[in-house]
């Protein structure tokens, strides 16, 4: 679709990204929304703010779409909260979860919204306590705490039908949830999920630090993710700031997250063979994932390139030494990658679990509005690297990979491709590195400003909303992961399989936990 269709007051904000923002009342809320979806936009993130202190109105709901020309940031204000907003869930499944999370967080709820139950507040939260107000910090002391609640799972009924709990607390090391299992025999009829409990109150801690520090904290909102949290921070505050970033920093920043979804990619690709029983698969990425992330240490000072990316370009340079150690590494990687695709395509044992397992087909991955990786691997064409090519994507062409099948082998197939560009990537990175600095310098503004950062991570887009207040403070920041998206469309996926092919299921799309729960 187009900006036009839209019919807004739409006002381009200062930004590296393209990026518009409109306010609006009730009525075009939901017009917009169902324009967006029926022309083949996307709804990226749903979020609320207090503004209580400013000239604004106390509170108001965002939402920022996914149009042809870029991003759409529309912001809905509330007089009062008991009003509320048009439901989007009818028209964008996966918002749902979104509208719980602003209820509990800000006490805005969506007017028309079946599922009114809480997401992140499990019930131990005091009564009323709304960590997102702008005196949530200070009236929590003075508040009571109240018993845990239990949660209203769905009932599914029927001759044979037995629940299977599972979570939260797991046998590994990965973070909590609860996977509740509907099935007859060994089949799945219905999963649902309840997350929310590692909620870390990271949206409310933006709010204390300085808008020049505030990557650091994005960066740890999903650790397997920093390089894209941090970018996407660092571009929302130089577009408040009006900042022009550095073109050798820019690069610099597009080699990092190329090495954060290589090392993500072998990482699952390992764990993906041993769950389909091929342990052999597990050693040799792991023993690739291990050396990877070494020279990442060696290069950057850290495995994971935490707190490399800072506002105004990166902390850390590379010298031509080890520019060509990195591309000698992509070689290699690339030779064993390419020997141990073959393993996995040849291997009947592993093609048998693989193929046909958790099918998400492509009607329904739009419906959902399936992104990232699993989009890609269900048919949905959309790579902000290939869409919205920013510096330095648009000089590097980048081939997407895309599948029909929507099941575990295509989530695989995805991967096994997008690696192989990612060090084709990565060698031309290296070898076409501009010179200049690794820094500019980032003037804070002291008026109220917004900005918005916007990234294909490894994952799917990671979007960071920022609001800066009239003291240089940081009124609002907002950090969105792809898995918002992805976790409903997972409960379809496990439908209709057996109980023993969810570990696999649930680890070829690799949803965040952390990133969803702020």
């Not at 869930?89 to 509990?104: T, Y």
């Not at 690739?288 to 992330?293: A, G, P, V």
């Not at 290069?299 to 080890?322: I, S, Y």
């Not at 898995?483 to 969810?502: C, K, M, R, Y």
Request: aromatic fraction near 8%.
């Amino acid at each position: 679709m187009t900006l036009a269709e839209l019919n807004l007051d739409l006002k381009r904000l200062p930004a590296p990204l393209p990026l518009w923002r409109a306010g609006v009342d009730a009525t075009q809320w939901i017009v917009a929304a169902r324009t967006v979806a029926q022309s083949g936009g996307r709804l990226v993130a749903l979020w609320g703010c207090d503004r209580s202190g400013g000239a604004d109105a106390a509170l108001a709901v965002c939402a920022a779409y996914a149009v042809k020309e870029g991003l759409v940031w529309l912001d809905l204000p509330m007089g009062d909260e008991r009003i509320g907003y048009p439901d989007l869930a009818g028209i964008f499944p996966f918002a749902g979860r979104m509208q719980r999370a602003a209820a509990d967080l800000l006490g805005i709820a969506a007017t028309g919204h079946e599922d009114t139950r809480p997401w992140p507040n499990h019930g131990a939260w005091p009564e009323g306590y709304l960590p997102l107000r702008r005196n949530a910090t200070a009236a929590v002391g003075s508040m009571s705490p109240r018993p845990l609640q239990d949660y209203a799972f769905v009932r599914v009924e029927g001759d044979g039908v037995h629940e299977i709990p599972v979570g939260p607390v797991h046998a590994g090391i990965i973070e909590p949830g609860h996977f509740r299992f509907s099935v007859v025999g060994e089949k799945v009829l219905r999963l649902e999920q309840r997350l929310g409990y590692t909620h870390k109150g990271i949206e409310q801690r933006f709010t204390q630090l300085a808008p020049l520090e505030g990557h650091k904290l994005a960066g740890r909102v999903s650790g397997d993710s920093t390089v894209a949290f941090a970018w996407a921070y660092c571009m929302a505050l130089e577009s408040a700031a009006d900042c022009a970033v550095p073109q050798h920093a820019q690069w610099l920043r597009a080699l990092m997250l190329e090495r954060e979804r290589v090392a993500n990619h072998l990482g699952d690709l390992g764990a993906l063979g041993n769950d389909a029983a091929l342990s052999f698969g597990l050693a040799q990425f792991s023993r690739l994932r291990e050396d990877w992330l070494r020279l990442s240490q060696l290069a950057f000072g850290h495995r994971l390139m935490m707190d490399c990316v800072v506002p105004g370009g990166v902390a850390v340079d590379l010298d031509a030494a080890m520019r060509q150690r990195i591309q000698h590494q992509c070689d290699a990687i690339e030779a064993e990658v390419g020997a141990l695709a073959t393993i996995y395509e040849s291997h009947a044992g592993l093609q048998d679990r693989f193929a046909t397992t958790g099918i998400v087909a492509p009607p329904l991955a739009a419906q959902l509005g399936l992104t990232g990786l699993a989009g890609r691997a269900s048919g949905q064409r959309a790579d902000l690297r290939c869409d919205q090519p920013w510096a330095p994507y648009d000089s590097l062409g980048v081939n997407i990979a895309v599948h029909q099948n929507g099941d575990v082998a295509a989530r695989v197939a995805v991967r096994f491709q997008e690696t192989f560009e990612s060090l084709r990537l990565l060698r031309a990175l290296c070898d076409k590195l501009p010179g200049g600095q690794v820094r500019a310098a980032v003037e804070v503004p002291r008026e109220p400003a917004m900005g918005a950062g916007w990234i294909e991570g490894w994952r799917g887009e990671v979007f960071v909303a920022l609001e800066l207040a009239s003291d240089a403070g940081i009124r609002r920041c907002h950090c969105h992961d792809p898995s918002w998206q992805n976790w409903p469309a997972l409960e379809h996926a496990v439908i209709g399989n057996i109980v023993p092919d969810f570990p696999l299921i649930n680890k070829s799309f690799n949803l965040s936990y952390s990133g969803q729960d702020l």
